[in-house]
């Protein structure tokens, strides 16, 4: 039996090789990337910031309590955040891929990278939400990245519960991609509420997005469950910009 099964995961293999999710060159069938692109990458590292995972370049004394100017001025509605990369041209590529061109197994892909960081984690949460897509993106995009992820993660997270519509962004509005961090606040004011069939009344939160740009969207999130009685929330995405 074991013969047969893996005689087939070799001809599946054969047939539909594993490739660089950069630049499509063949891999070996764990890979995610292939050893050019994986030079290339800017994962994010210690030490960084303790709520928003802005990575810092150098420190002098301790780095394990450190908060970046914004969370110090400003402390952000979620706890902690999980991150893998810096957000450059080729992050961007691959995530543009996911959204908007139906390759949507990335997904899986990325949750395999995430899952380490996560894990040590995951008994102190209860629910993982994604960042929702107003009902008319999400028409036309026709799934949701986040949601995506999400799955994933659930595969390797058994105690998570999952609702696809705990959050629901009520209010259509304009892309986040080329607005300033200003507009993108006013973008997104009054745009996200809770469910009310749900209750996030004490549950630790997982909140998953693609990526974190200025926070915004995020912050929009978080604020609205803490408001429905959230407990904590450790925001998880794959990327964040590093704003200058």
């Known amino acids: 039996m074991f013969k047969k099964f893996f005689s087939i995961k070799k001809i599946l293999e054969i047939i539909f090789p594993n490739r660089c999710l950069t630049c499509q060159q063949m891999i070996g069938p764990d890979g995610l990337f292939c050893n050019d692109d994986w030079q290339k990458l800017q994962f994010i590292t210690e030490p960084k910031c303790k709520i928003c995972a802005h990575p ?8 394990k309590d450190l908060l ?3 969370c110090l001025t400003n402390k952000p509605s979620f706890d902690c955040a999980v991150t893998i990369f810096r957000y450059n041209d080729q992050i961007k590529k691959i995530i543009a891929d996911l959204k908007y061109y139906d390759t949507t197994y990335l997904s899986k892909k990325f949750a395999k990278m995430l899952m380490p960081k996560i894990a040590p984690h995951l008994t102190k949460y209860d629910l993982i939400v994604a960042v929702p897509l107003h009902k008319k993106r999400l028409r036309e995009r026709k799934f949701n990245q986040a949601s995506l992820l999400c799955l994933a993660i659930l595969k390797e997270a058994k105690n998570l519960k999952f609702y696809h519509d705990i959050l629901i962004r009520s209010k259509y509005s304009k892309a986040q991609a080329h607005l300033t961090k200003e507009d993108r606040k006013k973008n997104l004011t009054n745009a996200f509420e809770i469910n009310e069939k749900y209750s996030v009344k004490e549950k630790n939160i997982i909140l998953v997005d693609d990526v974190m740009t200025t926070g915004s969207t995020l912050e929009g ?10 407990n904590k929330i450790m925001v998880v995405t794959i990327a964040k910009a590093i704003l200058k």
């Open 221 to 230: 999130c978080a604020k609205v469950l803490k408001k429905a009685g959230a």
């Open 56 to 63: 810092f370049e150098f420190v002098i004394g301790s780095d």
């Open 68 to 70: 970046c100017p914004l």
